[in-house]
């Protein structure tokens, strides 16, 4: 049952050089995620939830019960719901995941039959089906009763409700983890959509003061995520024919282009800054809201006005501000562990200078040896990131040595 993900991870952003170009103007880094992160960035779920693993004779002894109490009162009787769920989670922690799954879809059917499309008594069997396509790795199954949970609790649309954004947050970032391994050509309707989807509700979110305090980041730094895929994923467009025709080898010619999406990668910038800022006035005094806005402009080569948000930031967090750190730190970008191979641990030991660019990197491998290296894709990926410097005393920037525990993806 499991869907693991195929990650096509060598493969880098390919620049072309012609007569005519629109250049993206920031420094492309190769974010977190992509395909280094740090080792503790997400833990991933087992079976079983620390409680007593199941025998799998005791799960038969529920099922064949089950089946009896079935029928008995007959297939859509109200109470079979719970009794569904609860043999699902013993086979989910006797590790019978398709027995598991096949249960809670029961169990959503007969909620459904029950209480009505949109009856809030699917929500906890929906939550541990969610869960059990976690420790599966099911990303096709969880990405779809994401789906659902989020047209279940609303669709996005206010009054806004807890419940209803989390489903969003959850959806959202599960979707752009799926765009972070695959090639996007062809793609740019459905990066449009999501895009649009979700930039209209975070300017709702962070708009609504009954909810803006709590939520105005988690969609801001979800948006920000989509940004600065947005700027690593997208090839450099190409807008000259001469060029096209010199160059007639199908791998130096340019995408199949999406305009909108062009247009919307030309104005990146200003989006990021948009939206940042929109963070800062909700929560002015957030040492990460700060720092967000201010790595959207390092990343732009925007130092000036970076280092004088980056000070900002320091006062309000200090201690942060003593070492450098990769970018983007806010927010964080990486791909969602549960639904990848086994990661291999990678020590990382550099020095970043006050203008943020690394120098005397070195690797090493807790589980392999100081003398083994990484894969060349990674070493070239380290060397493309982008930093933020240390700051003495939150005034001036200053070169600082700096020790990474990443994992990268074989």
Same mark, same amino acid.
């Given at each position: ?137 099911d990303r096709e199954g969880f990405e779809a009763r ?68 709590? !939520? ?39 995408? =199949? ?38 790595? !959207? ?103 600082? =040595? ?7 993806? =074989?």
């Amino acid at each position: 049952m499991s869907a693991r993900f195929s990650l096509n991870l060598g493969k880098h952003l390919l620049v072309l050089l012609c007569l005519h170009v629109y250049v993206a103007s920031a420094d492309t880094p190769v974010p977190f995620g992509l395909p280094v992160q740090y080792r503790d960035s997400e833990p991933v779920l087992g079976f079983g939830g620390g409680r007593d693993v199941s025998d799998p004779a005791s799960v038969d002894q529920a099922q064949a019960r089950l089946e009896e109490t079935e029928q008995r009162l007959g297939p859509y009787h109200p109470s079979l719901a719970n009794e569904f769920v609860e043999v699902a989670q013993l086979a989910m922690e006797a590790g019978d995941a398709s027995l598991a799954a096949s249960l809670y879809d029961v169990a959503l059917h007969n909620a459904r039959v029950n209480n009505g499309l949109y009856g809030d008594q699917q929500l906890p069997i929906l939550r541990g089906l969610m869960d059990l396509y976690l420790v599966t790795g099911d990303r096709e199954g969880f990405e779809a009763r994401a789906a659902y949970q989020f047209r279940l609790l609303g669709s996005g649309l206010p009054p806004f409700e807890d419940g209803e954004l989390r489903a969003a947050v959850e959806l959202f970032d599960v979707s752009l983890d799926a765009l972070m391994g695959v090639s996007w050509e062809g793609r740019g309707g459905e990066l449009l959509a999501l895009h649009n989807r979700f930039e209209s509700m975070a300017e709702a979110v962070c708009a609504d003061v009954s909810v803006n305090l709590a !939520w105005c980041e988690p969609f801001t730094f979800s948006l920000g995520r989509f940004y600065y895929l947005l700027e690593h994923k997208l090839d450099v467009f190409v807008d000259d024919p001469r060029f096209e025709r010199t160059f007639s080898d199908p791998t130096w010619q340019s995408l =199949d282009r999406e305009p909108r999406l062009e247009a919307l990668q030309r104005r990146l910038f200003k989006e990021g800054e948009t939206v940042f800022e929109r963070l800062l006035e909700v929560t002015p005094d957030s040492s990460e809201a700060l720092s967000a806005l201010a790595d !959207w402009h390092w990343f732009y080569r925007k130092r000036d006005a970076a280092t004088s948000l980056y000070r900002r930031a320091c006062r309000l967090s200090p201690g942060r501000f003593t070492q450098a750190a990769p970018l983007p730190e806010y927010p964080r970008l990486a791909f969602k562990r549960a639904f990848q191979e086994p990661v291999i641990p990678l020590d990382v030991s550099l020095t970043v200078t006050e203008i943020g660019k690394p120098v005397d990197i070195n690797f090493s491998s807790p589980t392999a040896g100081a003398d083994s290296h990484p894969p060349r894709r990674v070493r070239r990926a380290m060397l493309g990131m982008v930093y933020r410097p240390a700051f003495m005393a939150c005034s001036e920037p200053v070169k600082r =040595d700096l020790k990474l525990e990443l994992a990268y993806i =074989d």
